[in-house]
């Protein structure tokens, strides 16, 4: 695929496919959308097909797919071994109500890479993930209250909804304030939710204590995306661990996105190790899912084997074969040698990124690590989600350079976040920085 200077989107005029397709959508959806993320003023691009690092509008035009539904698709699209297993899988059944051996055989894969597990069990979603490790951790403990951190993204949960939009209107001079995402989140969600600022260790440190006898979990993306893609700072990471040690607290690693980070996830690198983990996206292979696991006395509360389980825990489509079998299929493909390519590809990304800021004069700098990269055009020290909140003007020009390298061949996330997939090499990378460094021309 070759990407040409700034190309007339077909997608953006009146007779396009996307338009027909929205104008069909919103007689039968509201807004025309199923989902809030994947939405764009005035309609979106629909897809038609995608194809390793390259994704096919429906009115044709090819673009490299640096959002890989939001991290997901690490192996790009239509990865030809994952599309063999579930082809040879669909002709003998999609789902069952009893166990199939595919689901034991991705639990070890995953258990023997990721450090904190030792039990695990599979959802359909990273949202059900996170549900179901903060019910575990109450069960567990006979605490009602989580701390999570301002504006860290966890899934649809209420519980770990909370403050995920606040902004300077709401989230207070001192201490930041639970705001409530959705509006009608009932204010008894908002009081067992202690949140608090990402890398802030002694406020961690005093409103922990403070309400150490309530508390069933901490919940932490170690690098979280709508917090600016910066990571957790060891120390801070530490203290969490300690203070939940001593206060008898489960520790919830979410690594839903920071999974692709790693091997065995960013906890394999970070020298922090936590009680609970909570994954999706990539360990489907395109397909829905979810997992969570943590030690095996945490996870014990959803034995079924002994009675009546301390948590119940259901799912028609749990860990069904056609999932689980795509998942193991990817995630043995991710060898650590193509941890380590996509490693070199991400920093050479990040870095041909931060060049393109500076050649252009432009004020900016790149966060991320492995796979992941996200540009912020403002130099402020970001820390945490505080930090990396664009001001409406710098939201204004992030909007004019998605939009720009959007119609030359290049799809991220509004936000100007992108990962890497396996299909991608030099030449997509050179694209990326080519189209960003054009963009940041556009009035
Ligand atoms: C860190 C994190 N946790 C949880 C979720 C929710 O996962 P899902 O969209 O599969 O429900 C996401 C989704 O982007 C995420 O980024």
């Known amino acids: 695929m070759v990407v ?15 338009a027909r397709l929205y104008a069909r959508a919103r007689q039968v959806m509201p807004g025309g959308n199923s989902r809030t993320t ?33 991290t997901s698709l690490i192996h790009g699209h239509a990865d030809p071994d994952i599309n063999a297993a579930v082809i040879d899988q669909l002709q003998y059944g ?23 597990l030792e039990r695990m069990r599979f959802t359909n979603s990273g949202s059900e993930a996170v549900m179901m490790a903060v019910k575990a951790a109450r069960a567990y403990t006979g605490r009602p209250k989580i701390v999570k951190f301002e504006g ?9 909804e909370v403050s995920l939009a606040s902004n300077p209107s ?18 008894s969600v908002l009081d067992e939710v202690v949140v608090l600022r990402f890398n802030h260790t002694e406020m961690a440190e005093r409103r922990i204590s403070e309400h150490k006898h309530e508390l069933a979990a901490v919940l932490i993306d170690p690098m979280p995306l709508r917090a600016g893609l910066v990571q957790a700072e060891p120390d801070f990471l530490q203290r969490l661990r300690e203070l939940c040690d001593a206060h008898g607290i489960v520790l919830i690693f979410d690594e839903v996105i920071s999974l692709r980070t790693a091997y065995g996830g960013a906890q394999s690198t ?50 069904n074969p056609i999932t689980m079998i795509a998942g193991l299929v990817a995630m043995q493909k991710l060898t650590r040698e193509e941890f380590e390519r996509l490693d070199r590809l991400g920093a050479m990304l990040r870095e041909g990124l931060a060049e393109a800021m500076d050649g252009a004069r432009v004020q900016g700098q790149v966060t991320g690590m ?22 409406a003007e710098e939201a204004a020009r992030g909007k004019t350079v998605f939009n720009g390298m959007l119609a030359r061949g290049i799809f991220t996330a509004p936000t100007l976040t992108g990962c890497l997939s396996t299909p991608m090499d030099e030449p997509e990378i050179n694209a990326f920085v080519d189209a960003f460094a054009a963009s940041l021309r556009d009035e």
Request: aromatic letters at 10%; glycine letters at 10%.
């Open 4 to 18: 040409t200077d700034r190309q007339q989107e077909a997608f953006r005029s009146a007779e396009s496919e996307a």
């Open 38 to 70: 994947i939405y764009q003023s005035p309609y979106p691009p629909y897809a038609a097909r995608g194809r390793g690092a390259v994704v096919i509008d429906a009115d044709g035009q090819e673009r490299f797919d640096l959002l890989n539904n939001y």
């Open 94 to 116: 999609t789902a069952f109500a009893m166990p199939t051996e595919h689901e034991i055989a991705l639990a070890e894969l995953l258990v023997e890479r990721i450090p904190s």
């Open 152 to 160: 860290c993204y966890h899934g649809s949960y209420d519980f770990v």
């Open 170 to 187: 709401n989230w207070g001079d001192g201490d930041p304030i639970s705001t409530a995402y959705s509006h009608g989140t009932p204010q």
């Open 270 to 319: 970070l020298g922090v190790t936590p009680d609970m983990t909570t994954m999706a996206k990539i360990i489907g292979g395109g397909f829905a899912v979810g997992a969570f696991g943590g030690s095996a006395e945490v996870m014990s509360v959803f034995d079924p084997s002994q009675g009546s389980p301390r948590a119940p825990h259901g799912g028609t489509f749990n860990a």
């Open 370 to 391: 492995g796979s992941l990269a996200q540009i912020h055009l403002h130099d402020r020290p970001i820390r945490d989600y505080r930090d990396s909140l664009p001001t």
